[in-house]
């Protein structure tokens, strides 16, 4: 099992930029594939970004893709998500969640094994 963690969340204007961070305890870090989701008020929860062993095999939600950067520090067991350029619809509770590297990847909400309690980001304009 692994536990997740987030930090990082706040409230900004658009066009300012925020960092989070999600760090994991339990087992090895490396062995997960490790994704952000996000979930507005009143909407379900989507995708937004995930990361497997390394750069090669990252992807991005559409509304995401170009302003916000995934990566990960195996040593330290965290996985970052860059969000610059943000929008006020990026306002959302944002989560961290894992599933084991050789399950695959996935960007599907019910794939995910592993989630945080969740970070919120504001985005006023």
């Known amino acids: 099992q692994v536990q997740l963690v987030e930090s990082g969340g706040g409230a900004v204007q658009a066009g300012e930029f925020l960092r989070l961070s999600c760090t994991a305890s339990?087992?090895?870090?490396?062995?997960?594939?490790m994704a952000w989701f996000r979930q507005a008020l009143g909407k379900e929860r989507e995708f937004v970004a995930r990361i497997g062993w390394g750069v090669d095999h990252i992807s991005y939600a559409d509304s995401v893709k170009g302003r916000f950067t995934i990566t990960r520090d195996n040593a330290r067991s965290t996985v970052y998500l860059q969000m610059n350029s943000l929008k006020p619809e990026d306002t959302a509770v944002y989560y961290c969640a894992a599933r084991p590297l050789f399950a695959g990847l996935r960007s599907d909400v019910d794939s995910y094994d592993y989630w945080g309690p969740g970070t919120r980001v504001t985005v006023s304009s």
């Open positions: 339990g087992r090895a870090f490396s062995t997960y594939a």
